[in-house]
């Protein structure tokens, strides 16, 4: 059965973004969108009392083929894309569409290639000049030699780990819409993220106190990458949560209803309130001074963000000065269990 025609008011209402129909200047019909956006007396007045905005009104009162990027057609800062479209005699088709999400994607990347750029170039240049000075000629004491040659080493090695670090991120990322189907161990999990970094905790004089229970809590997973999530989280805590005062990091497991728990706290200096949205961003880091020279890369809890993302698990980040960091990882446990 042929279907009847529709109208262009129906079409346009069928259409998720503003959608407006102008003919010489005069609205004749807006969707339910436009009128969120632009008011809802719009339908049949002068296009002028609704947008403002003048390269906006330049385009759709010529009528012609268009496509304009532009700022502030209805609120200050939000940029949108408009689209103008020839529909008949005097009469056009004109689309509004946000694009603050794929502005602030590609202020992501521009941000994080310019991160990452300075997290490679300052270990980079440390190797460059020490590199320099071996290699010039002249007498040169043993006792400098080796410091210079502890210092490429260990620059060199803080670069591998950026890199290693922002390859893993990639694959995490190319694997977001696989959701893991293994059953997996999360007590054993913490006790191998435990044992991982037994040693860096035995250098900071800090104990990693393990509380699992008796029961096995089984979650859905992929092994390698669960084990990842709990040996970042640990050794944030061991690195940035013991001291003279904070010798012990606790890292419990437990079943909360449908979801498995793992969670991992330190009694260190805490972390202000204003930095809490954003640990999880690449690179940020609330001391970096302090980051860069225990080891880290700024990159660990970002990949903890993506893991439980791809889990379909919870990540919550609690902490306030003078007390401590709790940071919890909520993940399903198998269906049927």
């Not at 059953?183 to 044992?195: C, E, K, S, Y």
Request: aromatic share 2%.
């Amino acid at each position: 059965m042929a279907l009847a025609p529709l109208s262009a008011t129906a079409l346009i209402e069928a259409l998720d973004e503003p959608a407006l129909i102008v003919e010489d200047g005069r609205t004749l019909a807006a969707n339910a969108a436009a009128r969120n956006l632009f008011g809802s007396s719009i339908t049949g007045r002068d296009l002028r009392f609704a947008i403002r905005h003048p390269q906006a009104l330049q385009a759709i009162l010529a009528g012609k083929h268009r496509d304009l990027a532009l700022i502030g057609l209805a609120n200050a800062e939000q940029p949108w894309q408009l689209s103008v479209r020839p529909i008949g005699k005097g009469a056009c088709l004109v689309r509004v569409t946000d694009r603050s999400v794929a502005v602030a994607a590609e202020r992501m990347r521009v941000d994080f290639v310019a991160n990452a750029s300075h997290e490679l170039r300052t270990p980079l240049a440390t190797i460059s000049g020490f590199a320099e000075t071996l290699a010039e000629d002249g007498p040169l004491d043993d006792r400098s030699r080796a410091k210079f040659g502890a210092t490429i080493h260990n620059e060199a090695a803080r670069m591998l780990r950026i890199i290693e670090d922002l390859m893993g991120l990639s694959r995490i990322e190319a694997d977001r819409f696989v959701v893991p189907r293994t059953t997996i161990d999360l007590g054993a999990v913490a006790r191998i993220a435990a044992q991982q970094v037994a040693a860096l905790a035995e250098r900071k004089g800090c104990s990693i106190e393990v509380v699992t229970g008796d029961a096995v809590i089984a979650v859905t997973g992929d092994h390698a990458q669960l084990v990842q999530v709990a040996d970042n989280l640990v050794t944030n805590a061991v690195r940035y949560g013991c001291g003279a005062n904070a010798g012990t990091v606790r890292v419990e497991v437990l079943l909360d209803g449908a979801r498995g728990v793992l969670r991992v706290i330190d009694q260190g200096d805490g972390i202000a309130a204003d930095h809490l949205p954003r640990l999880t961003e690449r690179f940020y880091r609330v001391d970096s001074a302090r980051s860069r020279e225990s080891g880290g890369t700024g990159l660990g809890l970002a990949i903890v963000k993506h893991i439980v993302e791809r889990h379909r698990g919870t990540l919550d980040i609690r902490s306030r000065p003078g007390a401590g960091t709790t940071v919890e990882v909520r993940l399903p446990i198998p269906e049927g269990d």
